[in-house]
């Protein structure tokens, strides 16, 4: 383990501390270290905006080694947008120069009477002027930056996190988003523009794990699953979604999209200029996109699908030029392309239903201007964008008359792009995750990726009924699964296109890289580990007050039936449906709770059980369940 950086911007204060050695046995790092912090630091008095909040970077123990998609960090914090557990992760080449330069976390709290930086370099943290880019855009921030520190990474907020709109995000690399929860927010809340890390030292690999990470590497760089994110990216997704019915659409009044094939992978590949990978990354599925001319001109790494989606179907826009440049646009504001798309969707079905306007933006759906209209009007909290800013649980209470039901999110943040009436698993997913609404919480893919070879590994017992994917049976133990590998790669720093998206590897697979760097650790125990963050994280939102009644979807998926139809295409390339193929299709969500936390060994009201935090280690945090629940009363 390398450093901790406590960081008191209040009185410029920092305080370098070896990370403890213990944290790594039973929470690895990075997101399993974040989350113990954040519990020990960030009670329930305070408010997400305050500067007795906590903004927590942390790398992971496999982050900028030579072992695969090992680029990733985490930035956790209590989330303005929920009020409740929030972190944000993003890759690139920000994480790895962090954790060269020394640093298993940066710990910040309190408020800069001036706009700052924070310049983390070879062991050493500085408090730095950021005044002159206090108002710039991240690109110019970060542009700005590497001309100052030669060789360094940055990450910065934009407007939107200066303006302290709730979904704000932090970029860097110019195109890499630690995008949810609003993150940015609370990082523009601490006067705190850019944090900048550079190494100057070159430090030499062990030759033993060297050599294990190596054969990894070569292994995902060969995988047969990794070949149509390789050529195509995540916009290879839209095609397949498009036809099973989980391409989220005009707000998810539908869930397929007739303009699908003007925005899909093969019309976005002629403004494709190259393929991008990050740190140690043998997949390479990321593309650099280019508009050469017109209104919308401009070049951007992107759009991967969730981008894609926020901003085209669930808008009802299919012009991809008009995406492209949105997603820029979003960067460089700073702003989560998910939350706004989400947004600005659930502002087009106000107005549509007749309880919203704007006097300047049309907002009918597919017009692109209203969408980029509003991205810059939220950014900057002018007009509309105010009460946009506050996502879309809040916006949906200013607005009122029955906008609630057109406010789709779970926790207060807003749903990605996955169709939960559909994706039963990616439903569940949502509904508990301990984030809010959240694809890459539990990323359950196995079903719908149709991943046999997996589900017959992980479960056998229960193989071919697991496949279904529109089953709600056996959804809650492929969620408490994928819950567990997920805070396993997050905690070690690795992407999950190495991981639970594709399987390329298993968590016995990462522990044989831990095994080479000392630790006496196999893949169930890393399941363990894993296990013991996922309910670390319930426990900090149980503390809030958070229970079952959180853990659920909007209305929209519970009451309102959903058609699925035939997909073809006519002569001249668009997309005709058909007769539906499945119809009146709901999630029944209390089934799959009571089955979720059941594997989990929960109460029925969502809660751990003493005995369940005690046999995970965590016996420090019975203290803090609900009087009555200490002793185990397993009641709702």
Same mark, same amino acid.
């Given at each position: ?32 270290? $974040? ?42 914090? !209590? ?18 120069? *962090? ?32 005044? @002159? ?30 303006? *302290? ?88 009044? @539908? /869930? ?8 899909? /992978?093969? /019309? ?21 996109? !280019?508009?050469?001319?017109? !209104?919308?001109?401009? =070049?951007? &790494?992107? #759009? ?15 012009? +991809? =030029? ?36 704007? +006097? ?21 909290? @002018? ?9 879309? @649980? ?24 996955? &169709?939960?009436?559909? $994706?039963?698993?990616? %439903?569940? %997913?949502? $509904? ?35 496949? &279904? ?14 819950? /567990? ?6 905690? *070690? ?17 990462? $522990? ?10 196999? %893949? ?28 659920? *979807? ?55 059980? #003493? =005995? ?6 965590? =016996? ?5 369940? +609900? ?10």
């Amino acid at each position: 383990m390398a450093l901790t950086a406590f960081i008191d911007l209040t009185e410029k204060k920092v305080t370098l501390q070896k990370t403890p050695e213990e944290i790594a046995e039973k929470f690895l790092s990075c997101r399993g270290y $974040a989350a113990r912090l954040l519990y020990d630091l960030v009670p329930p008095s305070v408010e997400p905006l305050s500067p007795d909040n906590y903004l927590i970077y942390s790398t992971g123990l496999f982050t900028g080694t030579q072992w695969p998609t090992s680029a990733r960090y985490m930035v956790t914090t !209590k989330s303005p947008l929920t009020g409740a557990y929030g972190y944000a992760n993003a890759s690139g080449f920000f994480g790895p120069e *962090l954790k060269k330069a020394g640093f298993d976390a940066l710990v910040i709290t309190g408020k800069a009477r001036e706009p700052v930086l924070i310049k983390a370099e070879d062991g050493q943290v500085e408090i730095l002027d950021g005044s @002159q880019y206090w108002g710039a855009k991240t690109s110019v921030t970060e542009t700005g930056l590497k001309e100052k520190f030669p060789g360094c990474r940055v990450s910065s907020i934009g407007p939107a996190g200066e303006n *302290l709109v709730r979904f704000a995000s932090i970029i860097n690399d110019y195109g890499r988003a630690a995008a949810r929860c609003g993150v940015g927010a609370v990082m523009g809340s601490k006067n705190l523009k850019a944090v900048v890390a550079r190494s100057t030292e070159k430090k030499k690999a062990d030759a033993k794990f060297k050599e294990v990470a190596i054969k990894y590497n070569k292994h995902v760089g060969q995988h047969p699953n990794i070949q149509g994110l390789r050529r195509w990216g995540t916009p290879m997704l839209m095609d397949s979604k498009n036809v099973v019915g989980d391409q989220p659409t005009r707000n998810h009044l @539908q /869930a397929q999209f007739a303009g699908n094939n003007r925005v899909n /992978a093969k /019309a976005l590949d002629k403004y494709v200029e190259r393929s991008m990978a990050c740190y140690a990354c043998p997949i390479r599925c990321s593309k650099y996109s !280019k508009v050469k001319s017109g !209104k919308y001109a401009t =070049e951007i &790494e992107g #759009p991967e699908y969730e981008t894609l989606n926020a901003l085209g179907p669930m808008c009802g826009n299919s012009d +991809p =030029e008009s995406i492209i440049y949105g997603n820029r646009l979003c960067n460089d504001l700073g702003m989560d392309t998910i939350s706004t798309g989400v947004v600005i969707a659930f502002a087009m079905e106000c107005f549509e239903k007749g309880i919203l306007t704007d +006097p300047d933006l049309s907002l009918q759906w597919g017009d692109s201007q209203s969408i980029l209209g509003l991205i810059e009007k939220i950014a900057s909290r @002018q007009g509309l964008g105010k009460i946009l800013a506050e996502g879309v @649980q809040r916006a949906a209470r200013v607005i009122g008359q029955g906008a609630e039901n057109y406010a789709l999110h779970v926790k207060g943040m807003e749903l990605p792009r996955q &169709e939960p009436r559909v $994706a039963k698993a990616f %439903g569940l %997913g949502h $509904a508990v995750s301990n984030r809010g609404a959240d694809h890459l919480y539990a990323l359950p893919t196995i079903d719908l990726a149709g991943l046999a070879d997996v589900a017959r590994k992980l479960f056998p017992d229960i193989y071919p009924e697991i496949m &279904e994917v529109t089953s709600e049976k056996h959804k809650g133990r492929m969620i408490k699964y994928t819950e /567990a590998y997920n805070a396993i790669a997050d905690a *070690l720093g690795v992407c999950k296109f190495s991981t639970t998206e594709i399987y390329c590897l298993y968590p016995e697979d990462l $522990a044989q890289g831990l095994q080479k760097m000392g630790f006496d650790l196999d %893949g169930e125990k890393l399941l363990e580990i894993g296990e013991r963050i996922v309910n670390l994280e319930r426990m900090y939102n149980v503390r809030q007050g958070l229970n079952r009644k959180d853990d659920q *979807l909007p209305r929209r998926f519970l009451e309102e039936p959903l058609n699925v139809y035939a997909v073809d295409t006519d002569s001249e390339g668009n997309v005709v449906f058909g007769e539906p193929v499945k119809e009146g299709l709901l999630i029944r969500l209390p089934e799959m709770l009571d089955e979720y936390y059941e594997v989990r060994g929960w109460q029925v009201n969502g809660l751990p059980t #003493p =005995e369940k935090l005690r046999e995970l280690g965590l =016996e420090d945090l019975v203290k803090d369940l +609900p009087l009555g629940q200490e002793g185990g009363d397993n009641n709702f």
